[in-house]
């Protein structure tokens, strides 16, 4: 059914379609009207059977997920940001365990500076935790996405991340092609766990692991995610069929079979992509765009079939590791072993900020000339970073980065110091 909605509530009708069992909730903006839509659903029966547990934290919300899923329940919690990064304790103990749960990121940069706007820094954070990581890029993505992670999840035993842009998804409104509750439970059967806690058939849990057996046991969940690599294209496949469209898979090429240029991205800046990459074309540039929805586990050949006859490849990253550059590009550069391509990095909407066509544009015609700094930061106001490190240079006590760059582009009172 053709939806007008917010795309959190989008998401929330997909969980509550997917009939979780237990849903653990804690409010962190921009993830909150998801919590708060499936509180409403809970309370007006449309999910049937399921527990909504309020809890004191985010490291409580997905500690009873790891209880609610170790007890045999299709557990189902979601978060942001600062609030993930609370929870990593609990984020590599649900891997370690095994344990199926799903759990949505409205993914939002992490402080400090304090900041509640769109980048990738919370989940590339978590990035090596042991959890398959799916990346949407329009609302539609996103509640496709949920549901096919609910049978990935339970199907190889494994936790699964959902991250979608913080406000520029969470909080668009969009239209949406809301899937029916029998179409669901075609492609989503019931929770069959494969490990539960039975006071009958009592096992442990969370054992202590020594040097004997800890690697063998890590190892295991490594394959885990070599299976998902297979799984996942398996389920996009059965997906299409009974929903009539294609979405999720590993990664979705864009006029990149021809093109000399290839353009690695995730996420929502993908659709600005195309929009750039169809102006390029149409003035004589060979350039193309691969979507990567599968970063973890990371689509080492489909990637590196996608962009085998490239000259050059660029890569669009919303997050980055200081004192290195590009965290994506990494993978990148390991589908790509071997070969003498070219590899260009480019930091972009750190913190919220807007990627416009026309940056990009420039900066992908600097890469196509191979003029371009690696890795370039877009649109990066050099004054004021000249104009802060000056001032450190010139007195010991220069004060706080953050309130002197405020208060250098007039954005708060008084004086830098």
Known sequence: MLKQMEGSHAVAEAIALCRPEVIC???ITPQT????????????GEIGNCQYINV????????????????????????????????TEAVYN???????????????AIGAPINIWNDHSDSMAMRDAGWIQLYAETNQDAIDLHIQAFRLAEQLSVPVMVCEDGFILTHAYERVDMPDRNQVQA?????????????????TIGAMVGPEAFAEVRYLSHHKHLQAVEVIPELAAEFAKIFGRDSGGLIQPY????????VVALGSVVGTIRDVVDELREDGVSIGAVKVISFRPFPMLALRGALAN??????????????????????VRMALRGLTTPIYTIIAGLGGRPITKAALLDAFGA?????????LFLDLNWNVIDTELARAKEKRRSGPIAENVLRDLGLVGGKPV
């Open 255 to 262: 006029r990149s079979e021809d093109a000399e240029t290839v």
């Open 33 to 44: 009207h998801i919590v708060e839509r499936l509180s409403e659903l809970v309370q007006e």
């Open 94 to 108: 649900a891997a370690g365990l095994g344990l199926p749960i799903v759990m949505t990121i409205g993914n939002r």
């Open 310 to 331: 490239a000259k050059r490849v660029i890569v669009v990253e919303k997050a980055f590791a200081d004192g290195l550059g590009g965290i994506a590009v990494g993978s």
């Open 25 to 27: 909730a804690y409010p």
């Open 56 to 87: 004191e934290s985010e490291f409580a919300a997905l500690s009873v997920a790891i209880g609610a899923s170790a007890a045999g329940a299709r557990a189902y919690t979601a978060t942001s940001s600062q609030g993930l990064l609370f929870m």
């Open 367 to 375: 890469a196509v000339r191979d003029e371009i700094d690696d890795p």
């Open 187 to 203: 492609y989503l059967p019931p929770f069959e766990p494969v490990q539960i806690l039975d006071p009958e058939d009592p096992v």
